[in-house]
């Protein structure tokens, strides 16, 4: 079963999932062997792996540990059409829905297209909808494109419905990697309940409890970056956190 079919299967029974995000650009060796090694330890369900701007060329390298220590699988998260990495079980291709500069709607995509073919990456089409957290993050300034206002989930109801009647598989609302607090609550119940696909949310996340607030919400899966490199242990915790909550759906 590819991973998409896999992901629709745990929404229809309620399971969440657990994506840790490790970019490139802020891991050494030594840190990323740490995070991966406690990955495993938990069992959480993906690496996705990528970032708003790369500097350091060390994509192949994350991807490589990632596959040779560990069968949790790799997910592309690009910022942009450099990261593309075959070696990886899937990517995320992102349209910028919630954007209006047509280079992250399609021009990205046009240029990896050929790229992506010819790669056996599973491809996951998935709308992101960047919502304003409190500050300006790399992923606004890179994209030239305005989050969505963190007080208007009607925006991102609206927007989310749009893209799944273009045909985008995943919801991912975002706040961008470091945001000063995550998209609401108010937001992610509004749209998990407007959509039938699977959301994800991310950016800001850095406590077990707004982990759980995510996913009581209506997330089907967080991702956690930033807080992680710099407090490892708080993947055990949310890891923990969130196996409670399967537990109780007694299913495998
Ligand atoms: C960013 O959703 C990811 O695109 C994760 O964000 O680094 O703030 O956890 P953080």
New binding site residues.
Partial sequence: MNLYDKLLEKKQKGYKSFAV?L?PDKLDKESCAKIVNMGVESKIDYF?V???LLTENNLNYIVRTIRSNSNIPVVL?PGSNVQIDASANAILLLSLISGRNPDFLIGQHVVAAPILKKSKLEIIPTGYILVDCGKQ?T?SYISNTTPLPHDKPSIAVCTAMAGEMLGLKVI?L??????MY?VSKKMISMVSKSVDTPI???????TPQKAMDALTAGADMI???????KDPNLLIEVSERVGEINKTLNIS
């Avoid at 975002?174 to 945001?179: I, P, T, V």
């Avoid at 991702?223 to 490199?229: F, P």
């Fill in positions: 995000l970019d996705f990528g970032g708003s998260f993050t992923v991912y975002d706040g961008g990697s470091g945001a995550p994800i949310v991310g950016g800001g996340i850095n991702v956690i970056g930033n807080a992680i490199e």
